[in-house]
């Protein structure tokens, strides 16, 4: 039987099933794809968290569902979307690199030069699912400063292992690491 862990999430329960990263060290695996009522009862609980901001941005893939709820219920019509590689629709591109607690190899993460014109200036809210090793948001932070951005916050509905001591982040929930045995540590 595989082993879970179960936690109350803005006001709802969900059972993380637990995935092995080495020997001795197991992750909750967080997916809101395709869970609608917990994307919008966490947008709902973070933006009464939120500092205020012009636009949002997070990293492609999984953050997309809950920046897309973020940006409907605050009204904010417009987000960014750092991606995992060019496009050909992109008016240029710069990068930043990334290792990730959930990849295997190093990724690099995109910003399209025309977004960049926008983002100058501007108070930049990122967008996460959630934080662990905080490789992705600093990848993002680089990506914001290239462009000019000023980050007034960095969210996300669950903080992993070490970062939930950081306080330069805000989240609605912690998330620990596991051991072998499936217990907390």
Not at 76 to 102: D, Q, W
Request: glycine share 8%; hydrophobic share 45%; charged share 30%.
């Amino acid at each position: 039987m595989r082993q879970s862990y179960r936690m109350r999430i803005a006001g709802l329960d969900r059972e993380l099933p637990l995935c092995r990263i080495s020997d001795d060290l197991y992750i909750g695996a967080f997916v809101i794809f395709g869970d609608v009522e917990l994307t919008v009862a966490a947008a709902r609980e973070l933006l009464k968290k939120a500092p205020e901001f012009d636009y949002m941005i997070t990293a492609e893939a999984k953050g997309i569902p809950l920046i897309h709820e973020l940006a409907r219920q605050s009204g904010h019509n417009k987000y960014f979307i750092a991606r995992k590689g060019p496009k050909l629709y992109m008016s240029g591109v710069f990068e930043a690199t990334v290792n990730s607690i959930t990849t295997e190899k190093e990724q690099k993460l995109y910003l399209d030069t025309a977004e960049a014109d926008i983002i100058r200036g501007k108070k930049i809210l990122i967008i996460d699912d959630v934080i662990s090793t905080g490789e992705s948001l600093h990848a993002i932070e680089e990506l914001v400063a290239l462009a000019g951005g000023n980050v007034v916050g960095k969210m996300a509905i669950l903080a992993e292992g070490d970062a939930q001591k950081r306080d330069d982040i805000i989240f609605l929930e912690p998330l620990p690491l596991f051991n072998a045995k499936g217990e907390p540590i």
